[in-house]
Nanobody, 115 residues
Framework: QVQPVESGGGSVQAGGSLKLACVADRSIYNPNAMGWHRRAPGKDSELVAEVTRGGSIEYAASVKGRFTISRDTDNNSVSLQMNSLKPEDTGVYSC?????????WGQGTQVTVSS
């Protein structure tokens, strides 16, 4: 299965910023939505942010006002600007592209926020 490819994870101190990027192969044609989930240590995966093909955006309550998702439909890509990071933002962030056949998931990128 073709997977989107993430980049941009890393380690940062609380209050810092990181930007994640994700590119989906063009064989994943015109996704209905693209977004990010994260899995914190010992917790279930949760939606962080999603943007639909029509431009509708959804954020987890915990990241509203701090994270910004943006999508480039021409390049089949999505990015996540993360500001004012907190230790509780630590986790593996996975990108997905959703089509009528389901979700195509990336392998994930680690984000670590130290206090």
């Amino acid at each position: 299965q073709v997977q989107p490819v993430e980049s941009g994870g890393g380690s940062v101190q609380a209050g810092g910023s990181l930007k994640l990027a994700c590119v989906a192969d063009r064989s994943i044609y015109n996704p209905n939505a693209m977004g990010w989930h994260r899995r914190a240590p010992g917790k279930d995966s949760e939606l962080v942010a999603e943007v639909t093909r029509g431009g509708s955006i959804e954020y987890a309550a915990s990241v509203k006002g701090r994270f910004t998702i943006s999508r480039d439909t021409d390049n089949n890509s999505v990015s996540l600007q993360m500001n004012s990071l907190k230790p509780e933002d630590t986790g593996v962030y996975s990108c997905y592209a959703e089509t009528g056949c389901g979700r195509h998931w990336g392998q994930g990128t680690q984000v670590t926020v130290s206090s």
